[in-house]
């Protein structure tokens, strides 16, 4: 990671590439276990109707409790003030899927950028690594660094431990489980599983805590036997 940094202003398309709470839950993972703040951003928001937008805000209502989240159209340059706001007097990081619109987010914001873009693969679903260098870039009395996109994020190193202390909503609700270190998953009493049947942590965001967990381990036990 780039040293000193302030914010990592998480890029999520709306749509094409679709939304993907499992891909946010692993970025999120990755920006907690450096001790940055994330910001989250939702993108493409002009590719939705307002029936879909809407369902859209519900289901990422959630994350608010913890972030900043703004909705924006880099196309019909709705809410790009306010990110341009968030650049002041910091260094930020911009991260995303590739294709997710992060380079048309900063050309939507200083026009003089003109920082390549490509459209998505419509085959693939997804970008195609348009930016290939992680570059510094001074922007209304900030620097931001415009990064090379992802396809997937992987854990390779990460343990059990590191998941759960940096899932920070369902460590803040550790202490009120029964066993202390409890990893939420087979241990009765636990607040997170109760928290989950009464839905006030969504499920979905639950199913991606136990589907890293499970990489994690099975990719240990492949080392093992290897
Ligand atoms: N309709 C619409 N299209 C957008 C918007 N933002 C970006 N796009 C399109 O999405 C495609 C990908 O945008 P990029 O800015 O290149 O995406 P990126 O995140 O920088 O991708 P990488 O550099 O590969 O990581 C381009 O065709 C953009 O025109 C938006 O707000 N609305
Ligand atoms: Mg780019
Ligand atoms: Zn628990």
Redesign the pocket.
Known sequence: MICNVDQVIL?N?AK?PDFSPNLLDRFLLLIEYNQVLPVIVI?????LTDEELKTLKNKVKYYEQYYDVYY?????KENVTAIKELFNDKISVFS??????????L??IDKDLN??????SKALGR?????RHTELIRIFNGYVA????FSKLEFVDFDKDIVRENFVDFFEHSHECKYRGCSHINEPGCKVKELVEKKEIPRFRYQNYLQIIEEIESTKKKYRSD
């Open positions: 890029i398309s094409e993108t493409k928001i002009d590719l924006v159209s880099s196309k019909t995303g899927q590739t294709g997710a619109g992060k380079s048309s987010l050309n939507a920082i390549k873009t490509q459209e998505i970008g195609k690594h348009t930016t415009d990064t090379p996109g």
